[in-house]
Every structure is written in structure tokens, then in C-alpha cells.
């Protein structure tokens, strides 16, 4: 059977600074992996790698500038030797209707949206994807790295507001498969997590009246998900390497109403 071993993998974590990531980056440690956290806050990054323990560096980031996504890549072979682990958390929500009271929805808008969302993931996982290939196989599999993307439940049942939203996390479940096909015969596999809606600083801020109608459309557990839980499913489709091409829903049973 296989499993991937994390000790001394190194993962590299966008997004790792907080919420989702940062709580990623803490499981892979604790099973004696190394991590690199991309992060578009540098002081967040920094602070959260001092935390970490000499496992873990930081790069400042911003995942949709390809350059400045190959020289983090390179800082990272450079600290650690190898990237075996790529897991993409990092990103943005910016809700505006498509037709709104001010007229459509600015473009820019949209664009950002995907730009860091499902450009952003498909830029960092590309060329995580360079640099695994060039790893000795890890098993009699011929397993060279594994890919775990963030997508959400919006990618399915995204609400009033959430067209940007949801087309780039669409867009990130849309190309799993795919980019497994692609990355078959290199030995690397690709997998996407659809959260529900996460105790995240994103939604930590959020008042009652957002906060308490999300939680009512939560089947079980009553409750949003803690990112410890999501850290879990993410070492979990790490190890078990005949989990392939697969999006997987980590939400409560949830299924979003308009609003």
C-alpha cells in the first residue's frame, strides 16, 4: 500500500501565513517535513516562520507575478534541496453583483479574482510541478510529489455576489483532473480540497448576521470548520497516494442558499 512519508518532505505552502495554511504548515512539521510559506504579507510570513521553528522559511509572495514566484521557488531549493509538496491557500473573495446598484461589475474586479485565485494557483503549481520532477521517485509507485489545490464549496453552490468567487474556485476544481492526466507520467499527484465556510481571518472578522445564517445552512456539526481540520484532509490526500484527480468537499454537508 502506498503512503507518503512527510519526514523531510518539503512542502511549499501559499497562503501559509494564516488560517488554512498556516494551520497546513504546522501538521506537515509536526510529521518532520519542512515548509516554505509563500505569503503576499511578509510580516505575517516572517512572524509565522519564527514560530514555526527552523522547518520553515518564508518568501514574500504575490502567487500571480510569475516572477516573483520563481525566485521564491528557487529560494526554496535553495534552503531546502527539493519540493516535494505543493498546497495552494492562498486567496482573495471580493463579492460584487454582476449587475449591481452603480451598473455591471467592474472588470478589474473580476480579473483580480481569477488572477490570484485560479491564475495564482495554476502559476505556483507549475512550476512546483518543474521542480518535482526532477525528485528521485519515492516509492516503487514511481511518486515524485503531490499537488493539493483550494477550491470551495461557491465553486458549486456559490451565492448572490459570488460570480467572481465562484468562477475561480470553479475554475480551480474544473482543472484537477486534467493537471492530473497531465502530471501522471511525471509521478505527481493532484488533488483539490472545496471548503465550507472556515473560521478564517477572512471570516473571523465577519459580524453576527453573515456569520449566523452560513452557520444554519451547516447540516453537522452547527459550527464553521477550524483550519486544523482542513490541515487534516490535506496531510491525508499528501499520504494516501492512490487518492488522484480528486476534489473533495470539507463543509458539514452544507449547500448554500442564493443568500
Known amino acids: ?142 511518486e515524485r510529489g503531490v499537488i493539493i489545490n483550494t477550491a470551495s464549496v461557491a465553486a458549486f453552490d456559490g451565492q448572490i455576489g459570488q460570480a467572481a468567487y465562484s468562477a475561480s474556485k470553479a475554475g480551480v476544481a474544473g482543472m484537477t483532473l486534467p493537471i492530473a492526466r497531465d502530471l501522471s507520467r511525471t509521478g505527481i499527484r493532484v488533488n483539490t480540497i472545496a471548503p465550507g465556510i472556515f473560521e478564517t481571518p477572512m471570516m473571523m472578522g465577519a459580524p453576527d448576521q453573515v456569520r449566523l445564517p452560513l452557520i444554519d445552512m451547516v447540516q453537522f456539526p452547527k459550527r464553521l470548520g477550524d483550519a486544523p481540520e482542513f490541515a487534516a484532509l490535506a496531510v491525508h490526500m499528501m499520504e494516501n497516494t492512490y487518492l488522484n484527480g480528486e476534489t473533495v468537499r470539507l463543509d458539514g454537508g452544507i449547500r448554500m442558499q442564493p443568500k
Open 1 to 142: 500500500m502506498g503512503l507518503m512519508k512527510l519526514e523531510n518532505k518539503v512542502a511549499v505552502i501559499t497562503g501559509g501565513a494564516s488560517g488554512l495554511g498556516r494551520a497546513t504548515a504546522e501538521k506537515v512539521i509536526a510529521a518532520g517535513g519542512k515548509v516554505a510559506i509563500f505569503d503576499l504579507n511578509e510580516q505575517l510570513a516572517n512572524a509565522t516562520a519564527e514560530a514555526l521553528g527552523p522547518s520553515a522559511k518564508a518568501f514574500a509572495v504575490n502567487v500571480s507575478d510569475e516572477e516573483s514566484v520563481k525566485a521564491a521557488i528557487a529560494g526554496t531549493l535553495e534552503a531546502f534541496g527539493a519540493i516535494h509538496i505543493n498546497v495552494n491557500c492562498a486567496g482573495v473573495g471580493a463579492a460584487a453583483r454582476t449587475l449591481g446598484r452603480d451598473g455591471a461589475m467592474p472588470l478589474a474586479t473580476f480579473n483580480f479574482v481569477l488572477g490570484v485565485n485560479l491564475i495564482g494557483t495554476f502559476n505556483v503549481l507549475r512550476l512546483c510541478a518543474e521542480a518535482m520532477a526532477k525528485n528521485t521517485p519515492d516509492d516503487e509507485d514511481g
